[in-house]
């Protein structure tokens, strides 16, 4: 999960991202989403209280198809 924005936790947007789209960059040891900024503004997001149910294959489908990556359950 990906956090954006807010202060202190406050205000913030999270994003649950495929690791599929996620790609380690070992020298920085760190992960790498590359995603325009502007675009990460349109991803299917929520907040810290309301969780979507990540079980959903609907929902899991969605946030997949958004980060054009295919699920790792089909």
């Known amino acids: 999960v990906l956090a954006v924005g807010g202060l202190f936790g406050l205000g913030e947007k ?3 991202i495929p690791w599929n789209a996620l790609v380690l960059d070992t020298e920085e040891h760190q ?3 590359d995603v325009d900024g502007e ?3 349109s991803a299917p997001g929520f907040d810290k ?4 149910t990540m ?3 609907t929902w ?3 946030v997949h198809r958004f980060y054009d990556r295919q ?3 089909g």
């Open 14 to 16: 999270l994003f649950a």
């Open 71 to 73: 699920p790792y359950w």
């Open 39 to 41: 675009r990460l503004k």
């Open 55 to 57: 079980a959903d294959p």
């Open 49 to 52: 209280d309301h969780w979507p």
């Open 31 to 33: 992960f790498v989403l």
């Open 60 to 62: 899991g489908a969605e």
